[in-house]
């Protein structure tokens, strides 16, 4: 009998799960999510291929590339506090699983990134 | 800041030859001192080997220094619950214990094709 | 009578991690057993000769997610110590507050699957549900939900503002109120009682020469606590290590289960204390020289030796964890009990086995 109550309880809240994909939840503010570059902003000084704990950035220097592997990429934020010229940062929702590795490359010239 | 970290001084590590250890340890063990771990580095030609006890929360180390290729006693007659850590040591470093209770001959971690010992810098072949 | 030898694990339905057990019954009853580790062993050490001293921060890390911060924490303790850094202090006491949360975080994870290993699947979810909570402000206080990353060598890397020190707060209360709810689901159920009490005693002289670590350790009646050394804003706190007497696994989790309760505690007292002033100093030049740093994990206590030589790179890192520490009280628990009790033994111990074999 003494379940009665907890019963009742259950019958009458919302779920505690979210209908996900249906009904998605806000992100929070400054969330480690999806790392991306403002490539026209970056001087290639390889700060952020030195401090990488997991060693995914790749910088080219005379290409004027910079590229990461999305899928070594630890989303630390590492390589964001150590840019000197703050053009790189981490978007609110993390990374969609794919079914494909590939590497994100941006090179200077042409604006447009062209996933490999 | 009392003891969360301590910075190895001679104060807090005796140096001790290869032949006490099981002596040096049972004198701590008789002061009532509990055994936290072992820690091992390599020195190119010898392993140096570190007992942790600590009582109060004070910690106190045993350094000891052991050739490459030297076997060195194993405390596990002193403090039982050391057998895993000489195992891990012994994998990784190729330190050979005397009187191990439970041997898993280098096979703690790793599986036999691993040859070499892992973390020395210069490996030897495990025989 | 005949002996059987049974391999246990490393997949089992109950076992979270992948410890491995060589049992050797006699009618259900288990009369030896022998470990077997290696399934997740990844050679974290070693990376420290090829990752600089600031990265092996992130790598640290990553030996285990449960208790991520408190790794990196006591990592750079040591670097610290090594560098002659003093820590400002209002970032010892954010060092505290998420600290305290992932202590929260998980207790509330082992007592969920605590509950699952016996059966006991919806109130597996009801103690996930509350995790959840401390798993958004993880989420919004670091940007990661586990792995939270905010320790660096001389401080930390992200505030806490005034309103989510509100929200935060809010969300501890709901935390503590629901969790108090289900108190008597867990505690006072005589199912629970029936699989739990008098059942894999470790006495209190056992615990202390097989060198237990953390609730483990406190459930045999001895108040050590890692927390007691001061390290980070502890010793500004106000509190004791929680202890129980009995050894068995009931106290294991009643100590647990308190404990939830001293973290909550913890992280009200760090905020209504905490200083203003800047997170993290700079710190100058390289470490030098060798250093043993401790500090209290979910599971116990954790030791990091570390071993530098003046260079960008350290000579040795090694790590010992509380689950490598409570295996051997693991093994002194077995022999003796009916088969049927070997998955809730190893439960609470709390095994993380990826911690201990690193
Ligand atoms: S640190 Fe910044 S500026 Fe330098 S290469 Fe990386 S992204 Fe470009
Ligand atoms: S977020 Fe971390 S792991 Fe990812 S690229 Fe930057 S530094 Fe490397």
């Known amino acids: 009998?003494?379940?009665?109550?907890?019963?009742?309880?259950?019958?009458?809240?919302?779920?505690?799960?979210?209908?996900?994909?249906?009904?998605?939840?806000?992100?929070?503010?400054?969330?480690?999510?999806?790392?991306?570059?403002?490539?026209?902003?970056?001087?290639?000084?390889?700060?952020?291929?030195?401090?990488?704990?997991?060693?995914?950035?790749?910088?080219?220097?005379?290409?004027?590339?910079?590229?990461?592997?999305?899928?070594?990429?630890?989303?630390?934020?590492?390589?964001?506090?150590?840019?000197?010229?703050?053009?790189?940062?981490?978007?609110?929702?993390?990374?969609?699983?794919?079914?494909?590795?590939?590497?994100?490359?941006?090179?200077q010239e042409e604006k447009a990134d062209a996933p490999t | 800041m009392k003891d969360s970290a301590l910075v190895i001084t001679e104060e807090n590590t005796a140096e001790i030859p290869l032949d006490e250890v099981i002596t040096q340890s049972r004198i701590l063990k008789d002061e009532g001192f509990?055994?936290?771990?072992?820690?091992?580095?390599?020195?190119?030609?010898?392993?140096?080997?570190?007992?942790?006890?600590?009582k109060d929360l004070q910690v106190r180390n045993l350094r000891v220094t052991v050739p490459k290729g030297k076997k060195i006693a194993s405390i596990a007659s002193v403090y039982s619950c050391a057998f895993l850590v000489e195992n891990e040591i012994k994998e990784h470093f190729g330190v050979d214990f005397d009187g191990l209770?439970?041997?898993?001959?280098?096979?703690?971690?790793?599986?036999?094709?691993?040859?070499?010992?892992?973390?020395?810098?210069?490996?030897?072949?495990?025989? | 009578m005949t002996r059987t030898v049974l391999p246990f694990g490393p997949q089992h339905p109950v076992l979270p991690e992948p410890l491995h057990l060589t049992l050797t019954i006699e009618d259900e009853i288990v009369k030896e057993a022998i470990p077997k580790l290696g399934y997740v062993?990844?050679?974290?050490?070693?990376?420290?000769?090829?990752?600089?001293?600031?990265?092996?921060?992130?790598?640290?890390e990553r030996v285990c997610g449960i208790c991520s911060t408190l790794h990196a924490m006591c990592y750079c303790q040591g670097i610290e110590a090594l560098m002659n850094v003093e820590v400002p202090s209002r970032a010892k006491y954010l060092r505290v507050v998420w600290a305290e949360m992932h202590r929260i975080h998980s207790h509330l994870l082992w007592l969920g699957l605590f509950a699952d290993a016996f059966g006991?699947?919806?109130?597996?979810?009801?103690?996930?549900?509350?995790?959840?909570?401390?798993?958004?402000?993880?989420?919004?206080?670091?940007?990661?939900?586990?792995?939270?990353?905010?320790?660096?060598?001389?401080g930390v890397k992200r505030d806490i503002n005034k309103e989510t020190e509100k929200w935060i707060l809010e969300t501890l209360d709901k935390v503590a109120r629901e969790v108090n709810q289900l108190k008597t689901t867990i505690l006072d159920d005589f199912t629970v009682k029936q699989r739990t009490v008098g059942i894999g005693i470790l006495s209190k002289e056992k615990a202390y020469e097989l060198?237990?670590?953390?609730?483990?350790?406190?459930?045999?009646?001895?108040?050590?606590d890692m927390r007691q050394t001061g390290y980070a804003a502890y010793p500004e706190l106000d509190f004791s290590p929680v202890i129980e007497t009995n050894g068995d696994s009931y106290a294991r989790t009643v100590c647990r289960f308190n404990e939830i309760f001293q973290a909550i505690d913890l992280i009200r007292q760090a905020f209504a204390k905490m200083p203003e002033g800047e997170l993290a100093v700079k710190p100058k030049g390289l470490p030098k020289g060798e250093v043993v740093s401790r500090?209290?994990?979910?599971?116990?206590?954790v030791l990091y030796y570390l071993k530098a030589d003046g260079t960008k790179f350290l000579d040795r890192l090694r790590i010992r964890t509380p689950t490598f520490a409570n295996i051997p009280p693991l093994l002194d628990m077995l022999p003796g009990c009916d088969l049927a009790d070997v998955p809730i033994l190893i439960l609470t111990i709390d095994p993380c086995i990826s911690c201990t074999e690193r």
């Open chain 1, 1 to 107: 009998m003494f379940m009665t109550k907890t019963v009742l309880k259950n019958l009458l809240t919302k779920y505690a799960t979210r209908l996900y994909p249906f009904q998605t939840r806000e992100t929070f503010k400054d969330v480690k999510g999806e790392l991306k570059i403002e490539i026209d902003k970056c001087v290639f000084c390889g700060v952020c291929k030195m401090r990488c704990p997991s060693q995914c950035i790749g910088v080219d220097k005379k290409g004027r590339s910079w590229e990461v592997d999305p899928f070594a990429c630890v989303y630390c934020g590492i390589c964001v506090d150590a840019c000197p010229v703050k053009c790189l940062y981490q978007e609110g929702m993390y990374k969609a699983p794919v079914a494909e590795k590939h590497m994100v490359f941006h090179a």
């Open chain 2, 34 to 54: 509990r055994f936290i771990t072992m820690s091992s580095a390599d020195l190119g030609e010898s392993v140096c080997v570190l007992y942790h006890m600590d």
């Open chain 2, 101 to 127: 209770p439970l041997d898993f001959q280098g096979m703690l971690y790793n599986d036999e094709e691993v040859q070499k010992t892992p973390f020395c810098k210069i490996g030897i072949k495990r025989v």
């Open chain 3, 41 to 60: 062993h990844r050679g974290l050490e070693k990376l420290a000769e090829i990752r600089d001293h600031t990265q092996m921060i992130q790598i640290v």
């Open chain 3, 120 to 154: 006991f699947e919806s109130l597996f979810m009801q103690f996930w549900r509350i995790r959840e909570r401390i798993m958004d402000l993880q989420e919004a206080t670091s940007g990661n939900r586990v792995i939270v990353s905010v320790n660096v060598v001389g």
């Open chain 3, 211 to 224: 060198g237990a670590a953390g609730p483990t350790l406190r459930a045999s009646g001895i108040a050590q």
């Open chain 3, 295 to 301: 500090v209290e994990q979910p599971r116990g206590e």
